[in-house]
């Protein structure tokens, strides 16, 4: 079904069809082998970043597309609909990116054309293997030694470790808490970065996560991004936009989802009828639509206030907490809507409802989403 949308712009509808195309031509023909085998799309990035997909929210003036995060967000949804983990890695580039283009120096800043330029790709280094939620109480330290930080630690659940280019690294570099933590940009080949085996996940298989050893890594003083002890609340603030991300990845997942188990319902007979022409497949189908509804309304609500300049990030939180959990009643549901067939690899299905799951845990979990939310509630 396509999806009515009201754009602000007429290039955001041709950028939105040339999505579409990339989406039909490039993704959709490679997904299932690529997931099947756990191949790392990187030929295919290139293409999506070259196509200027990559800096589609950064201002033309930094080498990005100078578009509104409401419609990278739609680009993200439809990219999501045909490979979550294209998706993702969109979205994870943005994010990646947002430290040195709010905060970097004047000369960090000249190497955004190369960042957004589509060739290059990031990753966020935040979460360890003792902290992920509590990420106020990181362990990953920088120490001061002549010209350079080294840094030291374990960083893990990191998207395109081993595959990125560049490494935004949350690590400590004063007393503990919040105001204790700076934030480096490191190059993927500098000596003491230690990519370790890719996780064995349940979905993304194209594009597992892997923990990053900082053994000694020396990086110099001038890659510090921001204040000394800034480094929390840019990585926050940088999570605020990177949860709305998410949630389009799920909007996307889960319009899918929905998609499909409809035009099966459609197809399929059982009792010389249309299953979708009984009410449980047919309410069921109208229930995980209006969802999908809901969900990508209230990201674009929050997608909107963040184009305005105004606070978004409990909006944001309630969109990646409500969307997400979507995605994952949607693609358990059409798996119901095929039956036996949504349980088989011969479908998507499956590997969509395997896919939901990380999106209730990646980017803060739906219970930090929830604390977010409740804070604000609660503490005004
Ligand atoms: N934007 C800007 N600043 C923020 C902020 C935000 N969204 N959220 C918090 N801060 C600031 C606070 O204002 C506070 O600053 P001051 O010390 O100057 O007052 C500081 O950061 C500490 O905030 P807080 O006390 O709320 O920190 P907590 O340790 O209680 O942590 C949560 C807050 C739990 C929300 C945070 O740790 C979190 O988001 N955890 C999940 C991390 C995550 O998403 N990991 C996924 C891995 S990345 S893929």
Same mark, same amino acid.
């Given at each position: ?87 993702? /890695? ?45 990420? %106020?109480?990181?362990?990953?330290? #920088? ?14 659940? @990191? ?21 204790? @933590? ?51 609340? @840019? ?11 998410? %949630? ?8 899918? /989802? ?15 009828? /249309? ?27 929050? /997608? ?30 059409? @798996? ?19 896919? #939901? ?24």
């Amino acid at each position: 079904m396509t999806v009515e949308r009201i754009l602000p712009t007429d290039e955001a509808y041709e950028l939105l069809g040339l999505t579409r195309e990339i989406a039909a031509g490039e993704l959709a023909p490679r997904v299932a082998r690529h997931e099947a085998e756990g191949l790392f799309p990187r030929d295919v990035l290139r293409t999506v970043g070259r196509a200027g997909l990559f800096g589609l929210p950064y201002p033309e003036a930094d080498g990005g597309a100078g578009q509104p995060y409401e419609v990278y967000l739609q680009v993200l949804e439809i990219l999501a609909g045909s490979w979550l983990a294209v998706a993702e /890695a969109v979205s994870v580039h943005t994010l990646s990116c947002y430290p040195v283009w709010a905060y970097g120096s004047e000369r960090q800043r000249k190497s955004l054309p190369d960042l957004l330029g589509g060739d290059l790709l990031g990753a966020y280094c935040l979460s360890e293997p003792q902290g992920g939620s509590d990420a %106020a109480a990181l362990t990953t330290r #920088a120490r001061r030694d002549g010209e350079d930080w080294v840094l030291s630690g374990t960083k893990a659940w @990191i998207t395109h470790g081993g595959q990125a280019d560049f490494y935004n690294v949350f690590c400590r570099t004063g007393g503990p808490g919040p105001s204790g @933590i700076s934030c480096v940009l490191a190059d993927a080949d500098t000596p003491g970065i230690l990519p370790q085996a890719p996780e064995r996940t349940m979905g993304l298989r194209s594009s597992p996560p892997a923990q990053i050893v900082f053994d000694g890594a020396r990086v110099p003083l001038d890659r510090l991004v921001g204040e000394e002890g800034a480094g929390f609340r @840019i990585a926050m603030q940088a999570l605020d936009a990177g949860r709305l991300g998410i %949630a389009a990845c799920a909007v996307g997942l889960a319009q899918a /989802a929905v998609d499909y188990a409809a035009g099966y319902a459609r197809e399929r007979t059982q009792f010389g009828r /249309a299953i979708g022409e009984f009410q449980g497949v047919g309410f069921l189908l109208a229930d995980m639509a209006t969802q999908v509804s809901a969900a990508r309304a209230l990201l674009l609500h929050a /997608a909107r206030l963040k184009d305005a300049g105004r606070p978004f990030s409990v909006e944001a939180a309630k969109a990646k907490l409500f969307a997400t959990d979507a995605a994952m009643r949607v693609t358990t549901d059409a @798996i119901q809507v095929l039956g036996g067939a949504g349980y088989v690899s011969d479908h998507p299905v499956e590997r969509w409802f395997r896919e #939901a799951k990380v999106l209730q845990i990646v980017e803060g979990t739906n219970q930090i989403q929830r604390l977010v939310i409740s804070r604000s509630l609660t503490r005004g």
